[in-house]
């Protein structure tokens, strides 16, 4: 049974930083692109990041320079580095993996993020 399980979520205060990760099981984990991605209330589901099976990386505009996705397949888990974080970056944040070329597509629980003084 495939498995995504996001923690690090926290209230931190604005400027400050929280780590996410994304823990995967029951999959081939380096062969998947990942990403994250967020929902603030009452807003759609945004994504702010993605990796790709090679490594490569993606961002929204709105978190490019403060954000950084990296994965570590040796532990099947990707991480989410979030630093000068503002208050709308309140959200639930969630992990997403998908194998190219297949219908294979998974989401994580999520992890509540709140950024407030």
């Known amino acids: 049974q495939v498995q995504l399980v996001e923690s690090g979520g926290n209230l931190v205060q604005p400027g400050g930083s929280l780590r996410l990760s994304c823990a995967a099981s029951g999959l081939s984990f380096e062969l998947y692109n990942v990403a994250w991605y967020r929902q603030a209330p009452g807003k759609q589901r945004e994504r702010v990041a993605g990796i790709v099976s090679s490594g490569i990386t993606n961002y929204s505009d709105s978190v490019k320079g403060r954000f950084t996705i990296s994965r570590d397949n040796t532990k099947n888990t990707v991480y989410l580095q979030m630093n000068s974080l503002k208050p709308e970056d309140t959200a639930v944040y969630f992990c997403?993996?998908?194998?190219?070329?297949?219908?294979?597509?998974?989401w994580g629980q999520g992890t509540q993020v709140t950024v407030s003084s």
């Open positions: 997403h993996a998908d194998l190219p070329f297949s219908s294979a597509d998974y």
